[in-house]
């Protein structure tokens, strides 16, 4: 099977090319928090597979009510004014969790057509309101919203910009709060401070007359879990708002559980004007995804034809069976998912802070069930791993051997996003192999 896919399957992130002939490593069964690969090594996943697995895998509730919309009605479309049950029933109940007046869902495939589906939201919210002159977009710096080339213009990590022409011209930058590495340093009020003066310059250097968009991460995830100081993502909102500006809130990595509430949004004490939101809706057994909307960008596309939003629509959006499941997986969240993960979150935590004594841990971070660890040579000068991709490679191979997934970014940072079933002991054994690996790396660089 390895050979078969070595010579077809096309994996575009594989860092196993070119380093050695392991990958790729082909993944059996999974059941609750740990997946079994073909040779039948059993491992804890640490990441929840993308950062989307977060109601753990063969979830009997998820798989019943996939089976049965399989059978009653596998598919339905938004088109023609056709709709389905399940997806009713979800946009209904995801709109009673949102914050605020995000009262009305879109739904597309993953977080990347998600993000796309804002961009075209908010450009026609500003063409309906005579300001189609607002066509500027800006985003934060090591943030990541999605592989599509509008997407990829977006986000801000350079690996996903090779030879495509993005970003855009129209896509524009600030710096990250990124409070480990921060030239104002680590201070919150600093950080904060230097960042709505970087957004309002931002603004002033494009002309307020023309953005139509502000986007955030609550928690940059593939920049390397990047948790701004308390009040940051406010202080941005609150710029937005004064320069009535629309404020994006993508929430495809933090959404249903990951940081401990259903939204991280909430905790904020914002309301974006959207919500991107994919991964965890699903909990990864079948695509979907859901753009939130508030009451008034809504109203602004809710006479479809009529206010130029015709040619926005996709085959599978809506998708009844990926609502079902989306539906199966609220249950579980709202059943005590979520509450286990806060619990577990706050043991992850405390048992990652347990390493950051350890001559490679530079900094320890995160909240709720999504973490990292800051890995360098020198804590004092916090030199980095080298910039090439193979210590991570190494760090992920070791952790492998140690029967722990976890993900190596190549600036040497291990995320964490475990599912939020995990056990007490499962969350002590993520710990304890990270330890492992980590002496093995000191050990043997
Ligand atoms: N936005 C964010 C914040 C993400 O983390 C991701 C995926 N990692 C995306 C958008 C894109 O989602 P997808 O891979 O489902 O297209």
Redesign the pocket.
Known sequence: IAELDRRHLVHPLASWRGHEKAGPRILASAKGATVTDAQGHTLLDGFAG??CVNAGYGQDHIIEAATRQLRELPYATGYFGLGSEPAAQLASRLADHAPGDLNHVYFSL????A?DSTIRFARHYWHSKGASERDQFISVAQG????SVV?SGLTALPVFHANFGVPLDWQHKISSHYAYRNPVGQDADAIIEASVAELRAKIAEIGAERVAAFYL?PIQ??GGVLVPPKGWVAAMHAVCKEMDILFVA?E??TGFGRTGPMFACGEEGIVPDMM?T??GLTSGYVPM?AVFLSDHVYETIADGAGAGMVGHGQTYSAHPVSAAVALAALDLYEGGLLDNGVKMGARLMDGLQGLSDHPLVGEVRGRGMLAAVELVTDKAKKTPLPAAAAPATRIFDRAWQNGLIVRAFAQGILGYAPPLCCTADEIDQIVERTRLTLDQTLEDP
């Open positions: 993308l950062w993953g977080g990347s057509d993000v990541y919203h999605g592989s997407g991460e995830g593939s993508d495809v990595i991107t994919a991964k995804a």
